[in-house]
T-cell receptor
Framework: SQTIHQWPATLVQPVGSPLSLECTVE??????LYWYRQAAGRGLQLLFY??????ISSEVPQNLSASRPQDRQFILSSKKLLLSDSGFYLC????????????FGPGTRLTVL | DQQVKQNSPSLSVQEGRISILNCDYT??????FLWYKKYPAEGPTFLIS?????DKNEDGRFTVFLNKSAKHLSLHIVPSQPGDSAVYFC????????????????FGQGTILTVHP
């Protein structure tokens, strides 16, 4: 069966510090991968998606970047965090040939102080 | 531009009664719709989906209805249970005539469902 992991679960970082959140998927190959952010009291905003190694599409301009160094690894990064980067970050995967069901990881709670 | 809207931020229902969660969309190219359930500090869990070629899909206590002409879908939970209390998100995919949406989902803002014992 497929599983998706995210770490860390929670993170408190000062403004201006770098960020690296990692997501890995097991039990499937060549998945589509996604990064979402849920700000307090709001819905899920798609940040990045990837259909293959090294292929990243950005949905919104922002202070963040994403990379996919391996087939089942997706990384969200920032060089300098802003206060507005605080939120709940979710990684998800879907089958490249599927209808669109996405399966989410447990999420990372990021607080920027 | 909010292409998927859940206009009710919250819904309160008595245990055993029906919960009806609503969702509207504006993009007529959407062809697949999903409902997710989310507990605090956890990732959303897929509940049920429906393609645009159907108007109803049922799975146990959960039924999703799609009205394409009205660009409206709803999730019915019968009977509602206290464990159903969570945030419910509707989502839509498609909306890309070139077929390059790669399964991207557009989410609504969510509705907080509270089921009282």
């Amino acid at each position: 069966s497929q599983t998706i992991h995210q770490w860390p679960a929670t993170l408190v970082q000062p403004v201006g510090s770098p960020l690296s959140l990692e997501c890995t998927v097991e039990g499937t190959s060549n998945p589509n991968l996604y990064w979402y952010r849920q700000a307090a009291g709001r819905g899920l905003q798609l940040l990045f998606y990837s259909v293959g190694i090294g292929q990243i599409s950005s949905e919104v301009p922002q202070n963040l970047s994403a990379s996919r160094p391996q087939d089942r690894q997706f990384i969200l990064s920032s060089k300098k965090l802003l206060l507005s980067d605080s939120g709940f970050y979710l990684c998800a995967w879907s089958s490249s040939g599927g209808w669109g069901e996405q399966f989410f990881g447990p999420g990372t709670r990021l607080t920027v102080l | 531009d909010q292409q998927v809207k859940q206009n009710s931020p919250s819904l309160s229902v008595q245990e055993g009664r029906i919960s009806i969660l609503n969702c509207d969309y504006t993009n007529s190219m959407f062809d697949y719709f999903l409902w997710y359930k989310k507990y605090p500090a956890e990732g959303p869990t897929f509940l049920i989906s429906i393609s645009s070629i159907k108007d109803k899909n049922e799975d146990g206590r959960f039924t999703v209805f799609l009205n394409k002409s009205a660009k409206h879908l709803s999730l019915h939970i019968v009977p509602s249970q206290p464990g159903d209390s969570a945030v419910y998100f509707c989502a839509a995919s498609g909306g890309d005539a070139g077929g390059t949406s790669y399964g991207k989902l557009t989410f609504g803002q969510g509705t907080i469902l509270t089921v009282h014992p």
